[in-house]
């Protein structure tokens, strides 16, 4: 178990570039979660996949903002024109059905992205 | 809209007494309860959870819950220096495949 494994760490990118993040979660969690957390706030969820079906997405998702998990295994996250405001700490967990929510998720380190 | 309530803080306890962390939730319906540590600048780690009324002990660690109330609360025995981190709870809430977290509340624990 290697836990959840995020790149890059820090993000540094011009308002108006598009970036892209990437999750490699838990091997046998079936479950994938994205969420995005600023600072003196808790984490808001964005997206979840369970294997490669996106099952639900938040109203915080704009347009900009696409998810894929194409096989089932890691997940990559793409903000297009980023503003300012995407500035945030971009946190991705995993989880598996096998266990049930009931166990919680396990949190990568997570992309810190700040938009100039 | 689920919402999930904590004291944002800080909590400031000396070292080696009980810290006491507080959150209530807005679903009825609401099956788990977690409470996750997050040190600055780091993920959130999980250290407790819990879904059945009443306590649950894990080392130092209680978790308390009370569905009536839709109360949960984290107590924290023998407070350390490295206790100190921002404590989040976070509550599975019925008909969804997901986490709502609180705000969190800082603790910082004084030696």
Not at chain 1, 58 to 79: H, M, N, Q, V, W
């Amino acid at each position: 178990d290697t836990g959840v494994s995020q790149n890059p760490r820090h993000k540094i990118t011009k308002r108006g570039q598009n970036v892209t993040f990437r999750c490699d979660p838990i091997s046998e969690h079936n479950r994938l979660y994205w969420y995005r957390q600023t600072l003196g706030q808790g984490p808001e969820f964005l997206t979840y996949f369970q294997n490669e079906a996106q099952l639900e997405k938040s109203r915080l998702l704009s347009d900009r903002f696409s998810a894929e998990r194409p096989k089932g295994s890691f997940s990559t996250l793409e903000i297009q024109r980023t503003e300012q405001g995407d500035s945030a700490m971009y946190l991705c967990a995993s989880s598996s059905t096998a266990r049930g929510l009931g166990y919680g998720y396990t949190f990568g380190s997570g992309t810190r992205l700040t938009v100039v | 809209q689920k919402e999930v309530e904590q004291n944002s803080g800080p909590l400031s306890v000396p070292e080696g007494a009980i810290a006491s962390l507080n959150c209530t939730y807005s679903d009825r319906g609401s099956q788990s309860f977690f409470w996750y540590r997050q040190y600055s600048g780091k993920s959130p780690e999980l250290i407790m959870f819990i879904y059945s009324n009443g306590d649950k002990e894990d080392g130092r660690f209680t978790a308390q819950l009370n569905k009536a109330s839709q109360y949960v609360s984290l107590l924290i025995r023998d407070s350390q220096p490295s206790d100190s981190a921002t404590y989040l709870c976070a509550v599975h809430n019925s008909g969804y495949s997901t986490l709502t977290f609180g705000k969190g509340t800082m603790l910082l624990v004084s030696p």
